[in-house]
């Protein structure tokens, strides 16, 4: 009885009624026991613990099955959480794409419900980014890395039948399994969206440092918002630097670091910020290509930034290219969605050299 009790507060009616209608979704995701995620994660030990953020704990546990798991603890139950951890379910239960963390299923029959994803052993590419000086951060991971996030969120965008909004993109929500494959993680609040490709929100939503400012101020949350938040995750590869960094100098921490580096590709000093590791002659026209990449995507005005279909297809030609510099960039071409044209990058800096 305390079971149902819990598993009809914790949404569990709400969600079967949000599956009933796909079968196959219904089939593909899991319900859990409490017993075997309590044992899977050794009673939620302190030392199984993976991460925590603002909707819960995610613990690493061992299924039945013997295969790893990372399992998400939400919060004590409000209505705002359990809106949230049926919205990821619901969302994530639509997704399979390899650079989407695969979502196994879920526990509803405890005081908290439980979301059960595939464990995924590298961490975040934050942590790789900003806390792990020794690693051999190569420009061929870093280009592989942001062309693998943008696959998933072009694949969000526009190749499911209903579009789905990530609205929390930044590098901590990026995971790097064992080969370090980029997996896009943390869909609870994200949006399925209708076809005017828009929603608006009483309550803005997101994280300090990637936030789109034209939706900070109009409320108004489109496919572009995503784009200006994968644009600092750009940045966040080309510099090494945090997005809103409270150390360092006071230029740093007031202006953050999409407006700095605005900044700085303004005033051709692109070598300034950059992460010393890339300043490096043999991948500087590749360098620059990807700056001005993230140049575009953190265009104040929603409208003038790229899709995230032409952000991918732009990272795909900067990776295959020998010589990106001979690339030419168009983001409005006649007839993109009918696959008619390729959008590429031109060079129009083929220098970083400061003070030019």
């Not at 009790?5 to 209608?21: H, V």
């Not at 896009?184 to 803005?204: E, M, Y």
């Amino acid at each position: 009885m305390i079971k149902e009790k819990f598993f009809k507060r914790n949404g569990g009616l709400i969600l079967q009624q949000q599956l009933s209608a796909d079968d196959i979704v219904i089939n593909k995701t899991r319900i859990f026991t409490a017993k075997e995620l309590d044992k899977g994660t050794d009673h939620f030990n302190e030392n199984r613990v993976l991460g925590r953020g603002g909707q819960g704990t995610v613990y690493k546990g061992m299924l039945a099955d013997g295969n790893l798991a990372a399992i998400k603890k939400s919060k004590k139950v409000d209505e705002s959480q359990l809106g949230q951890f049926i919205n990821e379910v619901v969302i994530l239960s639509q997704v399979n794409h390899r650079n989407v963390v695969k979502l196994l299923g879920c526990c509803l029959e405890t005081e908290v419900p439980m979301l059960v994803y595939e464990f995924i052993p590298n961490g975040t590419l934050d942590r790789l980014i900003h806390n792990d000086e020794e690693f051999p951060f190569t420009w061929s991971l870093r280009l592989k890395i942001a062309a693998e996030v943008a696959g998933a969120l072009a694949y969000l965008h526009s190749a499911i039948t209903i579009p789905i909004y990530h609205r929390d993109i930044k590098s901590s929500n990026i995971l790097l399994d064992e080969k370090y494959i980029a997996k896009v993680s943390d869909f609870g609040i994200s949006k399925s969206i209708s076809i005017d490709k828009t929603h608006l929100t009483t309550q803005v939503r997101g994280t300090f440092g990637y936030l789109d400012p034209e939706y900070f101020q109009s409320s108004q949350f489109t496919e572009k918002s995503d784009v200006y938040s994968f644009g600092v995750v750009l940045v966040e590869l080309l510099t090494r630097k945090k997005p809103a960094s409270l150390s360092g100098s006071f230029e740093d921490s007031h202006l953050g670091l999409a407006k700095r580096f605005l900044v700085m590709m303004d005033e051709n000093r692109l070598a300034s910020i950059l992460d010393p590791q890339v300043l490096d002659q043999r991948i500087e026209e590749e360098v620059i290509a990807i700056a001005e990449l993230a140049q575009r995507c953190l265009n104040l005005n929603g409208k003038e930034r790229p899709t995230m279909k032409e952000v991918a297809i732009v990272l795909e030609n900067i990776k295959l290219s020998a010589n990106p510099a001979n690339i030419q960039v168009n983001f409005e071409t006649q007839g993109f969605e009918k696959g008619e044209s390729e959008s590429v990058i031109s060079i129009t800096n083929p220098s970083w050299t400061t003070g030019r």
